[in-house]
């Protein structure tokens, strides 16, 4: 079973920055993409950002040239380097992969349990 463990949320004044940390703990024998995902109140979770193993991203409009997505495979570690941030942006983050527990288990989707971010304007 794969855990992931979000960290790094908080507030923060409109303009500011923060970034946020993901770890994958557990039994892991293989990690694929990595996400960040986020969900406002009142609204559908969406697509913040997604990073291949060979560190190929992908952004969402809203954030693109804002957020920076990295990953550290040694860490089993994904982050997301949030810059200018603004009020829109205030929600629970969420991270995602997909992932193999075991060496001949079906690679599955987790999620962690979410970091908030406020964004005071």
């Known amino acids: 079973q794969v855990q992931l463990v979000e960290s790094g949320g908080g507030l923060v004044q409109a303009g500011g920055s923060l970034t946020l940390s993901c770890a994958a703990s557990g039994t892991i024998f293989s990690i694929d993409a990595m996400g960040w995902y986020r969900q406002a109140p009142g609204k559908q979770r969406e697509l913040v950002a997604t990073?291949?193993?060979?560190?190929?991203?992908n952004y969402a409009d809203s954030v693109e040239g804002r957020f920076t997505i990295s990953r550290d495979n040694g860490k089993n570690t994904v982050y997301l380097q949030m810059n200018s941030l603004k009020p829109e942006d205030a929600a629970t983050y969420y991270c995602?992969?997909?992932?193999?527990?075991?060496?001949?288990?079906?690679?599955?989707?987790?999620w962690g349990q979410g970091t908030q971010v406020t964004v005071s304007s």
């Open positions: 990073i291949t193993r060979g560190d190929h991203t």
């Open positions: 995602n992969t997909n992932a193999k527990a075991l060496r001949g288990s079906a690679p599955r989707l987790y």
